[in-house]
């Protein structure tokens, strides 16, 4: 055992090292002089390690007394540090109404969530789920009280949202569970019963902090910055891959970017509200090529355009081979903006340019709502774009 002279004559060093005072627990000394108590354990064949406090505040015989009690936990099967969130959850009182508990996991992943992400989870569930389950205890909460409200979601035909909401809910279970309020998660026999999400053929990542993530990676990695532009403008904008890679300076009119029949799929013109990001990414664009014909041209010929695989290449070299392509923008707008705005489907079929089954239906749309994708053009690059540099700072990265 370590004596209390010893304790004080350890020194930090260049890395962390330990000093063992027998049974398990031993001192952790970091570089900046900090000297930790800490206690090894096994417990369900797993290692792990339960932090006492940092001494001299946490004195040698209140660390040893807390190793004793650890052991005597261990002896009769019980995990020391469950038993120590279950006692720290009935300290702070922590109620166990489902909306209190779900308030408490926001502000835990809120913590690595962008703010208008987590408050589209947040409205999700004060929408969706706070209304019937909000002030029921976690342990009064059955499936098929879930289910019902997940079906009525699914009935909307938004199978989508159905299927996101659920994870919600199911999370704030897990959540409850590491807390002590519930053993249970009646959210994770629900899955079963949902119908299958519609994917699309191409492979997309459909959750907006996950495609945030994608996005920051492919941005750091070495590449021309007229690849980054392209991607980030394609990202924004929902169109087809196709649409951007032969994009000409004049189609780009202003505030809208007019697309010609010859130059879509379905051979109708379209136009594309652009937000103030899609906007800037053109800017930025025009330092590089503005004075050639195409906007994203081929990096070897100024007048061609940027070549089909220059993108989807890139992506696989980031590491997303099979997970999202190029096309796949067009899942992720459609899904996330359809799970935000469920009343807005029309309009986001059209931003997709769609074709509706009706002949005058199509003929009504085209003319109106230009608006309301405008509103919807912003509101998609502000979530994913949220704290991304100007494009101005990519023109200066490094080149592949």
Request: overall charge positive; proline content about 6%.
């Amino acid at each position: 055992m370590l004596t209390e002279l010893e304790i004080r004559n350890l020194q930090p060093q260049a890395k962390n090292y330990k000093k063992s005072d027998g049974e398990g627990l031993y001192l952790l000394i970091k570089p900046n002089g900090v000297k930790s108590w800490r206690f090894k354990y096994r417990f369900a064949k797993k290692e792990q390690v339960l932090v006492f406090g940092n001494y001299p505040s946490v004195s040698t015989k209140q660390a040893r007394l807390q190793r004793n009690e650890a052991k005597k936990s261990l002896s009769e099967g019980i995990d020391p540090s469950l038993l120590r969130r279950q006692k720290r959850a009935e300290a702070e009182n922590l109620n166990d109404r489902f909306q209190v508990v779900a308030e408490s996991w926001l502000t835990l992943k809120g913590e690595s969530w962008s703010a208008k992400y987590s408050g589209h989870v947040r409205s999700s569930l004060e929408r969706m789920v706070w209304p019937k389950l909000g002030q029921l205890s976690l342990g009064s909460i059955t499936a098929p009280m879930i289910l019902s409200i997940i079906k009525s979601i699914e009935r909307r035909d938004a199978r989508e949202t159905a299927h996101r909401v659920l994870q919600r809910v199911s999370a704030v279970f897990v959540y409850g569970m590491a807390c002590g309020l519930t053993d249970t998660n009646p959210a994770e026999s629900v899955r079963g019963a949902l119908k299958p999400v519609r994917r699309a053929r191409q492979p997309a990542i459909t959750d907006l902090h996950e495609l945030r993530e994608m996005l920051r990676t492919l941005e750091r990695l070495p590449a021309h910055p007229i690849t980054i532009l392209a991607i980030r403008f394609l990202a924004i904008t929902a169109v087809r891959p196709g649409e951007v890679h032969g994009m000409p300076w004049h189609e780009w009119k202003g505030d809208l970017w007019e697309i010609p029949a010859d130059r879509m799929k379905m051979k109708r013109s379209h136009t594309v509200p652009l937000s103030r990001q899609a906007i800037e990414i053109l800017q930025t664009a025009q330092i590089l090529t503005g004075r050639g014909p195409m906007v994203f041209p081929n990096t070897r010929w100024a007048h061609r355009a940027m070549s089909e695989n220059t993108l989807s290449y890139f992506m696989k070299r980031a590491g997303y081979g099979g997970i999202h392509v190029p096309h796949g923008f067009r899942a992720s707008f459609s899904s996330i903006m359809n799970d935000l705005h469920p009343e807005y489907r029309g309009v986001i079929d059209l931003m997709l340019a769609h074709v509706p089954a009706n002949a005058v239906e199509a003929a009504y749309n085209r003319a109106q709502h230009v608006e309301a994708r405008r509103k919807l053009a912003q509101e998609y690059a502000d979530l994913l774009l949220e704290g991304f540099p100007p494009p101005s700072e990519l023109l200066g990265r490094e080149r592949k």
